[in-house]
């Protein structure tokens, strides 16, 4: 039974980390889009 509980608290913890993933990529992809508005709507002089 204690080989059990750790095997589901892995599961667990490696569930909410892919969660973790796919909100920061989710907000990443949003501020990756925000600043290439940004940039785009900047002059640049390079």
Aim: glycine share 4%; aromatic share 8%.
């Amino acid at each position: 039974t204690h080989i059990k509980s750790i095997k589901e608290l892995l599961k667990g913890l490696s569930h909410s980390y892919e969660l973790g993933i796919a909100q920061t990529w989710r907000r990443w992809k949003d501020h990756s889009k925000s600043f290439l508005t940004i940039s785009r709507s900047t002059p640049n002089s390079s």
